[in-house]
């Protein structure tokens, strides 16, 4: 884990890395205070919990190479018999891989009776830019592909939630691989002791008022609170509510090196509290890592440098440094910091 020195925010979404860097790759968020987790890429999801696979509710894929996806498994497994759904989300041609997947058990013993599980899959066209294939699998329907029509999102656009949204490109890695960002939403903290002394209960209108100052909405935009009537949206900017810019994330796995992969992983990891991204081979195997269509740990160093992110995590070691990863995680530290 490297960092520049500058300052650190306090983190309410929590990404970690499920493996060590030499291991599958995959990354969770775990969103402190919400029953809720993310994950990017699908390698080993073993070091899990299952508590913390039964909070997922998406996973981002980013291709369909055996070291990215192979944890899909696990997951499903856990998630059968639980009616909270899934969606997951891969490059072009993910749909038909994930129902090829489903096709390959036997679900004889699901029927109408079954738990309501329901897995949301969606193909992100690398050349679009957008979702353009979506479909669902309902285990009372025994995982039958059910055609869905791809929502209407901007270009780039994965997920669009009311406090962050998940952006995606296509790098080349041979084949589209995805690479992704998560961004938070202007943030806005309550002063609750400014509350009390403004006469004003806690409750559900706060979110409502949250809402109003993350669009934008002016200050004479009247909110309306229990047992204290309306209140002015610019009264409760000035004296209960403090804005912070958002959490921002990029995760980055199999590209080649590339000006055009890395104009694209500058472009969504710009300004990023952390990069999560690939670093397998060191500079002195550039040779290996461009046959394998991969990036070296300088080249990760070097786009995190570009692309001014607080933290850079390298991850996806190659084998071939026998489980040292301190020359790897050295280069891209030198990249990174020099001037």
């Known amino acids: 884990m490297l960092a520049a020195p500058r300052v650190r925010m306090s983190l309410l979404v929590q990404p970690r890395l499920i493996n060590d860097p030499f291991g599958d790759p995959g990354l969770y968020l775990d ?26 509710s998406h996973a981002f894929v980013s291709h369909a190479h055996m070291d990215h996806v192979a944890g899909l498994d696990r997951l499903l497994r856990l998630r059968l018999h639980r009616p909270r759904p899934l969606a997951l989300l891969g490059p072009r041609g ?32 690398d050349v ?16 039958r592909r059910r055609k869905l029509e791809p929502p209407l999102r901007g270009e780039g656009t994965v997920l669009a939630d009311p406090d962050f949204e998940v952006r995606a490109v296509a790098l080349d890695h041979g084949i589209p691989s995805l690479a992704f960002a998560f961004r ?14 403004m006469g004003l209960p806690v409750g559900s209108w706060i979110d409502a008022a949250k809402r109003a100052a993350r669009e934008g909405l002016p200050d004479d935009h009247l909110i309306d609170v229990p047992t204290a009537g309306q209140v002015p949206l610019g009264v409760l900017r000035s004296r209960a509510f403090r804005c912070e810019q958002g959490q921002r994330f990029a995760y980055v796995a199999d590209a080649a090196d590339t000006p055009d992969n890395r104009s694209r992983i ?13 670093a397998p081979f060191a500079e002195t195997d550039r040779e290996i890592a461009a046959a394998t269509r991969h990036l ?8 995190a440098q570009a692309a001014r992110v607080k933290r850079v995590h390298p991850f996806h070691f190659s084998a071939r440094y026998g489980g040292d990863p301190t020359p790897l995680t ?9 001037a």
């Open 296 to 303: 070296t740990a300088r080249a990760a160093g070097e786009i």
């Open 128 to 143: 679009k830019g957008r979702i353009e294939e979506a479909a669902e699998f309902r285990a009372r329907d025994r995982f």
């Open 94 to 125: 993910f749909v038909d891989q994930i129902e090829q997947r489903l096709g390959s058990y036997s679900w004889n013993l699901l029927d109408e009776t079954s738990v309501d599980f329901r897995l949301s899959v969606e193909a992100f066209d």
């Open 31 to 56: 969103f402190r205070f919400g029953r809720r987790g993310m994950l990017f890429d699908l390698g080993d999801t073993s070091p899990l919990s299952p508590r913390e696979l039964i909070r997922v």
């Open 184 to 197: 938070q939403r202007r943030r806005i903290n309550v002063w609750r002791s400014a509350l009390d002394e």
């Open 266 to 278: 500058i472009e969504l990891a710009r300004d990023a509290d952390q990069l999560f991204i690939e």
């Open 330 to 338: 050295v280069e891209t530290e030198a990249a990174f910091s020099s």
